[in-house]
C-alpha cells in the first residue's frame, strides 16, 4: 500500500504560481511513474504531467512551458511547479503512482492516489 499526501494548493491570481508536492510513503518511489491529474467540476480527471521512472517527463499542451515535474528521490516527493496560472487551471489536482514505471495516460492505470488538493486561480 503505497500512501500519497498532497499540499501546496490554494488560492492566487492570474500570472501567479503554486508549487503543489506529493509525498509517498514507500521508499521504492523512485521506481514509480507519477503523474499530476486534475480534475474542474463537471469534467473528466485528466492527466497534466508525468515523470516515469526514468525521468522522462510528459506534458499535456495546454501546460506545457507553463508547468514542471520534479521529484526528488531521497524525500520521496514530486513536485508540480506551475507558474503562469490561468483561471482555466482551476482544479483539484491529484497525484497518482504507475508501479511498473511506465508511462500511461488514463486515470484507471495508476495504482495509487492521493486525497488531492484544490487550486484556484481567480481572474
Known amino acids: 500500500q503505497v500512501q500519497l499526501v498532497e499540499s501546496g494548493g490554494g488560492l492566487v491570481q492570474a500570472g501567479g504560481s503554486l508549487r503543489l508536492s506529493c509525498a509517498a510513503s514507500e521508499r521504492t518511489f523512485s521506481m514509480f511513474s507519477v503523474g499530476w491529474f486534475r480534475q474542474a467540476p463537471g469534467k473528466e480527471r485528466d492527466l497534466v504531467a508525468a515523470?516515469?521512472?526514468?525521468?522522462?517527463?510528459y506534458y499535456t499542451d495546454s501546460v506545457k512551458g507553463r508547468f514542471t515535474i520534479s521529484r526528488d528521490n531521497a524525500k520521496n516527493t514530486v513536485y508540480l511547479q506551475m507558474n503562469s496560472l490561468k483561471p482555466e487551471d482551476t482544479a483539484v489536482y491529484y497525484c497518482a503512482v504507475r508501479l511498473d514505471g511506465r508511462f500511461l495516460g488514463r486515470p484507471q492505470d495508476y495504482h495509487y492516489w492521493g486525497q488531492g488538493t484544490q487550486v484556484t486561480v481567480s481572474s
Open positions: 515523470m516515469i521512472s526514468g525521468a522522462s517527463t
